[in-house]
């Protein structure tokens, strides 16, 4: 290349670094908004990655001794790095959405002002979601984020809830208890979260201000 090709492909390059910045930040924003699909970020992820796979050819242009060759590989290898963590993005994202519209608890008409999710939030925090490639993986660790939210609630409300009692009539196991027949109510709530009726009976024990609360949003 001459003086000029080599000017212009700068320039270029320069231009690109800049489209890059732009397209990250505009990834960080649809992130950060609940209100954006899948579809939004897959498209962003898209042209962030063209702009990626560009940059990395014009400075490969730019370096072209010996050693460039092994820049572009690095660069190839941080791209190809960059798209898997965004499916993984966008695994987290579609299986957040899954879960949100699953627990009623965190339906607009019982959370309005997106407290009880906030909170939700927070606890999702503590737990470590490096290494979560499936579904099943990242619901799971949804599901936990939830306990620990909930086991606080109980908690605090443990000295004046008047649920906290267990039914003197029940045989105090959960096992033995699935032969109990169930309310309606009760088992259109096991249905809607999924759930075995030893596993609900399990959480209606431990944690029975929290099913009732679930209970109350049945309908």
């Known amino acids: 290349m001459d003086e000029k090709e080599i000017e212009a492909l700068k320039q270029k ?5 800049v489209d890059l ?10 992130l950060s908004d609940k209100e954006s699909t899948v579809s939004e ?6 042209a962030k990655q063209e702009v990626e796979a560009e940059l990395t050819l014009a400075k490969s242009k730019l370096t072209p001794d010996n050693s460039s060759q092994g820049t572009v590989e690095e660069q190839v290898k941080k791209v190809l790095d960059g798209k898997e963590q965004e ?3 966008e695994l987290r994202v579609s299986t957040e959405q899954k879960f949100k519209a699953s627990h009623t608890e965190f339906h607009p008409d019982n959370d ?9 939030q927070e606890k999702l925090k ?3 979601l490096d290494g979560l490639k499936t579904e ?6 949804f599901d936990d984020a939830l306990v620990i939210m909930n086991k606080g609630k109980s908690e605090n409300n443990s000295q004046f809830n008047p649920y906290a009692a267990t039914n003197k009539n029940s045989s105090g196991d959960p096992k033995g208890d699935i032969n109990n027949k169930l309310a309606n109510t009760e088992s259109k709530l096991i249905a ?9 009976l399990k959480v209606k024990k431990s944690q029975p201000h929290y099913v009732e609360s679930m209970l109350s949003h049945v309908k």
């Open 41 to 46: 970020l897959t498209k962003l992820r898209t």
């Open 13 to 17: 390059a320069s231009q690109l670094e």
């Open 192 to 200: 809607q979260l999924g759930w075995t009726e030893e596993r609900y």
């Open 112 to 120: 309005a002002g997106g407290l009880k999710y906030a909170a939700f």
């Open 87 to 89: 499916k993984l993005a």
């Open 21 to 30: 910045k732009d397209a990250k930040e505009k990834e960080a924003k649809a």
């Open 126 to 128: 503590r737990i470590n």
């Open 136 to 141: 099943e993986e990242i619901m799971s660790a």
